[in-house]
């Protein structure tokens, strides 16, 4: 199975603040990942795919970028509602595994 | 717009099965995967397997086999998900979710509201 591995697992940050979350594969998967976003108790919300692609409705301070076996999630500019928990997937292989999740927090 | 529509909570003792069902409205439900995806409390994401309609065979993680069965139903538009010999671990909020790409290899781009199932003695 390949390991996703994303870093940090908690980031304070303040409203404005630029922020960027690392995630990492233990194997090549091109540019098969996506990035999404879960607040508590709801459902989560696809952002980014095929590492850069931002996914309809989705502001534009969200990017993505990277290949092969690292990627970066950027916010530009945070806002009130980004504080939530970020999760990189990959769907290069079965099984589709996620990295163990980002809390960002308010500082 | 797609929707998907999942079942309501479930309490489980521990060796007993649960089935939850997933149903879908708008955009096509034959031709994209259906996944079912877990979060035990306070934990990540994790993938249990999948299924797309229009074919016969579901696609599982290792972890999962021999535990979980994938079918769906097409004349009503619903996945289901059974997890069988229910262990306290198995404790979880399950997810549908829709495949944005044809085939399994996806990111999820409509998810269920998830079902909280709980197993306890």
């Known amino acids: 199975d390949i390991q996703m591995t994303q870093s940090p697992s908690t980031l304070s940050a303040s409203v404005g603040d630029r922020v960027t979350i690392t995630c990492r594969a233990s194997?090549?998967?091109?540019?098969?990942l996506a990035w999404y976003q879960q607040k508590p108790g709801k459902a989560p919300n696809l952002l980014i795919y095929?590492?850069?692609t931002l996914q309809s409705g989705v502001p534009s301070r969200f990017s993505g970028s990277g290949s092969g076996t690292e990627f970066t999630l950027t916010i530009s500019s945070l806002q009130p509602d980004d504080f939530a928990t970020y999760y990189c997937q990959q769907y290069n292989s079965s099984p589709y595994t996620f990295g163990q999740g980002t809390k960002l927090e308010i500082k | 717009q797609v929707q998907l529509v999942q079942s309501g909570a479930e309490v489980k003792k521990p060796g007993s099965s649960v089935k939850v069902s997933c149903k879908a409205s708008g955009g096509s439900f034959s031709s994209y995967a259906i996944s079912w995806v877990r979060q035990a409390p306070g934990q990540g994401l994790e993938w249990m397997g999948g299924?797309?309609?229009?074919?016969?065979?579901?696609n599982y993680a290792q972890k999962f086999q021999g535990r979980v069965t994938i079918t769906a139903d097409e004349s009503t538009t619903t996945a289901y998900m059974e997890l069988s010999s229910l262990r306290s671990e198995d404790t979880a909020l399950y997810f549908c979710?829709?495949?944005?790409?044809?085939?399994?290899?996806?990111?999820?781009?409509?998810w269920g509201q998830g079902t909280l199932v709980t197993v306890s003695s």
């Open positions: 979710a829709r495949g944005r790409l044809g085939g399994y290899d996806s990111d999820f781009d409509y």
């Open positions: 095929k590492a850069s």
């Open positions: 194997q090549s998967i091109t540019s098969w």
């Open positions: 299924i797309i309609p229009m074919f016969t065979s579901s």
